[in-house]
C-alpha cells in the first residue's frame, strides 16, 4: 500500500512525525508544478506579445497587403464553413 494512503486513511496531519516526509515531498512537488507552470505561462504570454507585436508592426508597413491577407483568410473560412454545411444537409 501506498504510504501517503495509509497516512490519509489514518487521519494523520502533517504535524504526525510519520506524515511529515510525506507532507513535505508532497509540498515540494505541488511548488515545483506550480513553478513549472509560471514558467510555462510566462514564456507563452511572452510569445503570443511577441508575435502581436509582429503581426501590428505588419500592419503599419503593409496596410494593403494586410488586408488582401485578412479578406482572403476570411473567405477561405466561408468557404470551409459553407461547404461543412452543405455536406451536413447532403448527408
Known amino acids: 500500500m501506498d504510504p ?7 487521519g ?5 512525525p510519520e506524515a511529515r516526509p510525506i507532507h513535505s515531498d508532497a509540498s515540494k512537488r505541488v511548488r ?3 513553478d513549472s507552470f509560471r514558467a510555462r505561462a510566462r514564456r507563452l504570454t511572452a510569445g503570443a506579445r511577441s508575435a502581436s507585436e509582429g503581426a501590428s508592426n505588419y500592419v ?3 496596410p494593403i497587403k494586410a488586408l488582401f491577407i485578412a479578406f ?3 473567405a477561405a473560412l466561408s468557404a470551409v464553413v459553407s461547404l461543412i454545411n452543405r455536406s451536413r444537409d447532403n448527408g
Do not use: F, M, T
Not at 501517503?4 to 489514518?10: I, Q
Not at 494523520?12 to 504526525?16: E, I, L, Y
Open 12 to 16: 494523520r496531519s502533517p504535524s504526525d
Open 60 to 62: 503599419k508597413n503593409e
Open 32 to 34: 515545483r508544478g506550480v
Open 72 to 74: 482572403s483568410v476570411g
Open 4 to 10: 501517503s494512503a495509509s497516512s490519509v486513511d489514518n
